[in-house]
């Protein structure tokens, strides 16, 4: 059974920082295009970093050089860290896998990928 647990979130203030953690398991972790996306109420979701064995990692041109996404392929676990976090960060984020590689034209397409984990919300204050 695929199963994606996404944690990490809470409330900060604004420069502050968090980790977030999605715990995989149930595929073959190591051959997906695994990327986290974004939803903030009243708002489309929005793909915030992609990372695979073979391609990436990209980011999006609002969190570039303040988010890093990395993966631990022996623990089958994804994390995003972010620093210097805004306001308008603030949203609900979701671990997202997908058979293959990232690429740079799809991977923030978000209807590329298969399996979603439940997400973690992340509340920014000024």
């Known amino acids: 059974q695929v199963q994606l647990v996404d944690s990490g979130g809470g409330s900060v203030q604004a420069g502050g920082s968090l980790r977030l953690t999605c715990a995989v398991s149930g595929f073959e972790y190591i051959y997906y295009c695994m990327s986290w996306f974004r939803q903030a109420p009243g708002k489309e979701r929005e793909g915030v970093a992609g990372i695979s064995t073979g391609g990436g990692p990209y980011y999006a041109d609002s969190v570039k050089d303040r988010f890093t996404i990395s993966r631990d392929n022996a623990k089958n676990t994804l994390y995003l860290q972010m620093d210097s976090l805004k306001p308008e960060d603030t949203a609900r984020y979701y671990c997202?896998?997908?058979?293959?590689?990232?690429?740079?034209?799809?991977?923030?397409?978000?209807?590329?990928?298969?399996?979603w984990g439940q997400g973690t919300q992340v509340t920014v204050s000024s």
């Open positions: 997202t896998a997908d058979s293959g590689s990232c690429y740079q034209g799809t991977w923030a397409n978000p209807n590329r990928y298969n399996y």
